[in-house]
């Protein structure tokens, strides 16, 4: 098992790929930290995980409460070797005009501001434990962004350089930092990216874009997480994967 004994926190984990990931990484021997905003759904994917993890509700976008997921982490496992920043929203596909402030600042908050967070109290305990690894969830929307989409594209684009510029500063500390862009996939989030309703023809003008035919799933992106975390890629950091069925190609 690629994971085994190693301690992982995953945020966004109540849900979508996040749940895929903490899942996926107990499988390959981790110990893991359910972090979600909604209690009761990181509640649910630990129980379900079983002894191997634990849940924790936290808000990303607040200092207090990454810093309670850290320590949380830390205390209960007595380490922390693996940080996935996760935890993302979206606005509606609609003209970038109509979305208003508190929204535009929702998504930045949730997006970008949390890496800070997971950063300042995160980086210090994987020093502590002699390094690690961090994977930030980017998007295939920062790397060939849409209409539509353009405030939630800017996020990830800047998680995408933030991803980069971690990896050279904290490549002396022994922490590797990587991220994922997924093509848009099957979550809870999926009719917010969609342009108009959720239907069968919507879905097929996406997938007809993604020449391996079809939507990710959270296993893609978990299995492309356990990769980046492993010591598989020990001499990789700095990298974005496209786990995107071509379509960045």
Request: aromatic share 4%; hydrophobic share 45%; net charge negative.
């Amino acid at each position: 098992m690629k994971l085994q004994d190693r301690v992982a926190i995953v945020t966004g984990a109540g849900g979508g790929y996040g749940e895929g990931i903490a899942h996926y990484f107990a499988e390959q021997g981790a110990k893991v930290v359910v972090a979600d905003i909604r209690a009761d759904a990181a509640e649910r994917v630990a129980s379900d995980i079983g002894p191997s993890a634990i849940a924790i509700a936290a808000d990303v976008t607040k200092s207090e409460d990454t810093k309670a997921m850290i320590d949380a982490a830390v205390k209960h496992f007595g380490k922390l070797d693996i940080l996935v920043n996760n935890a993302g929203t979206t606005h509606k596909n609609q003209s970038m005009l109509n979305i208003d402030e508190a929204t535009f600042d929702k998504v930045f908050d949730v997006n970008v501001k949390s890496i800070y967070h997971a950063a300042m109290h995160g980086v210090p305990a994987l020093e502590k434990n002699g390094g690690g690894v961090i994977i930030n969830i980017a998007s295939t929307a920062g790397v060939r962004p849409r209409p539509g989409l353009t405030w939630y594209n800017g996020t990830k684009g800047a998680v995408i350089a933030i991803t980069k510029s971690m990896a050279v500063e904290l490549a002396d500390r022994k922490i590797r930092v990587c991220g994922i862009n997924p093509v848009m996939g099957e979550t809870g989030l999926t009719d917010q990216f969609l342009p108009g309703e959720d239907s069968p023809e919507t879905r097929a003008k996406i997938i007809a874009g993604i020449p391996l035919g079809r939507m990710s799933r959270p296993l893609d992106i978990a299995k492309a997480c356990g990769f980046l975390a492993s010591d598989e890629a020990e001499f990789i950091t700095g990298v974005l994967l496209e786990v995107d069925g071509g379509r960045c190609v």
